[in-house]
């Protein structure tokens, strides 16, 4: 791995991108950089000759993720002084098209528009969409015969999601599926908040934005959405449908 590639990363960011597992799973917290490293393994396999299909609840989701890609792209251009991006057919904002001829496209998660696809899936969020069951078995069958990967990544949902029965299949070796699981204080550790502020911080100062976090969240939604905990929804003192409203308050999570 390029050294400046491996400076620019977090511990976990990096293993990641070293499993080479044909599904893997990420079970993390909120904003610690994921999707980020996804767009930047997602960049690397298209260069190397794989369509990527990524698929979000949503245009801002899915907005946010093409962002990164470009901006991979462009790191990658500069490390290897080498073209990636086709800028001439990379018009359109959900769509990246590699020199190679290869395509990173985003779209919504809706289970018709997964089917019949060919290549890499990345699915986004998986622990919060309402056909959960029908998106999966519309992309399960990419990677039916180990050709194209499969990428699934979300924070915690409820024991009910179908997100959390494949990573309890995945944590309980039932499958050769390989589980990433990131909690906000594995994320600390391994120097997110380092990233973000662009200097070295003392162990008092990660906790204590730990503890902000937790104070600005509550306790209900610290414990789902940054710490990958379930929540029971026949047990919660909140409803699922009132923590994904605080957590989501500037989108929506209808499909555009």
């Not at 976990?12 to 597992?21: A, M, P, T």
Request: charged share 30%; with cysteine; glycine share 4%.
């Amino acid at each position: 791995m390029n050294r400046l590639l491996l400076n620019k990363l977090c511990r976990f960011q990096r293993v990641y991108l070293k499993d080479k597992s044909i599904v893997k799973i990420i079970l993390k917290s909120r904003r610690i950089g994921a999707t980020w490293i996804q767009a930047c393994e997602d960049v690397r396999d298209c260069f190397n000759g794989m369509d990527v299909w990524f698929f979000s609840i949503n245009k801002s989701a899915v907005d946010e993720y093409m962002r990164y890609v470009r901006e991979w792209a462009g790191f990658f251009e500069k490390v290897t002084k080498k073209r990636f991006i086709d800028r001439l057919r990379s018009k359109r904002a959900l769509t990246v098209t590699l020199i190679n001829g290869h395509r990173i496209t985003g779209l919504s998660s809706n289970p018709l528009g997964a089917r019949s696809k060919g290549g890499k899936v990345v699915w986004d969020e998986a622990a919060h969409h309402k056909s959960d069951q029908e998106m999966y078995t519309a992309i399960s069958a990419v990677s039916t015969h180990r050709l194209y990967p499969v990428r699934i990544l979300s924070s915690q949902g409820s024991k009910d999601s179908l997100f959390y029965e494949l990573c309890q299949r995945a944590e309980n070796k039932e499958t050769d599926w390989s589980l990433h699981k990131i909690d906000i204080y594995d994320a600390a550790k391994d120097g997110i908040f380092d990233k973000l502020y662009k200097r070295k911080l003392s162990n008092e100062e990660r906790s204590n934005l730990i503890k902000a976090i937790k104070i600005d969240v509550g306790e209900a939604i610290f414990e789902q959405e940054f710490c990958c905990n379930p929540v029971d929804s026949s047990v919660a003192w909140l409803s699922i449908d009132l923590i994904k409203s605080a957590i989501n308050c500037d989108y929506g999570y209808e499909n555009y």
